[in-house]
C-alpha cells in the first residue's frame, strides 16, 4: 500500500508555471505507474499525465502534451508534474494517484490517491 501526498498547487497567471510534486510513503514506490490526473466542479475527474515505474514510458493527454512535463524520483519516492504555458482552463484540483497496472488514461486502474491540490490560472 501507498500513501500519496501533492503539493505545489497555487495561483499563477496564464502563461505562467508551476511545478506539483507528489510525495509517496509505503513500501515499493519504484514499482507503480504513477498518473496525475485533475478535476474542476461537475465534471468527471480527467487523466493528465502517467509514468511507468522506471519512468521509461510516459502518456499525455492531448489538451497538455507539449506543455506538461511528468517525472519521477524513485529515490526520494517523489513523482512531478512540471506545467507551463498554463491556461485559465488548467484550472483544477489536481491529484496524484498509483496503479499496479501499466500506464493507463482509465482512473479506474488506479488504486491510490492522494487528497489533492488546487491549481487556479488567472487570466
Known amino acids: 500500500q501507498v500513501q500519496l501526498v501533492e503539493s505545489g498547487g497555487g495561483l499563477v497567471q496564464a502563461g505562467g508555471s508551476l511545478r506539483l510534486s507528489c510525495l509517496a510513503s509505503?513500501?515499493?514506490?519504484?514499482?507503480?505507474?504513477m498518473g496525475w490526473f485533475r478535476q474542476t466542479p461537475g465534471k468527471e475527474r480527467e487523466f493528465v499525465a502517467g509514468i511507468s515505474w522506471g519512468g521509461g514510458v510516459t502518456n499525455y493527454a492531448s489538451s497538455v502534451k507539449g506543455r506538461f512535463t511528468i517525472s519521477r524520483d524513485n529515490a526520494k519516492k517523489t513523482v512531478y508534474l512540471q506545467m507551463n504555458s498554463l491556461k485559465p482552463e488548467d484550472t483544477a484540483v489536481y491529484y496524484c494517484?498509483?496503479?499496479?497496472?501499466?500506464?493507463?488514461?482509465?482512473?479506474?486502474?488506479?488504486?491510490?490517491w492522494g487528497q489533492g491540490t488546487q491549481v487556479t490560472v488567472s487570466s
Open positions: 509505503g513500501r515499493a514506490f519504484s514499482t507503480y505507474t
Open positions: 494517484a498509483a496503479s499496479t497496472e501499466t500506464v493507463s488514461s482509465r482512473s479506474s486502474r488506479y488504486a491510490y
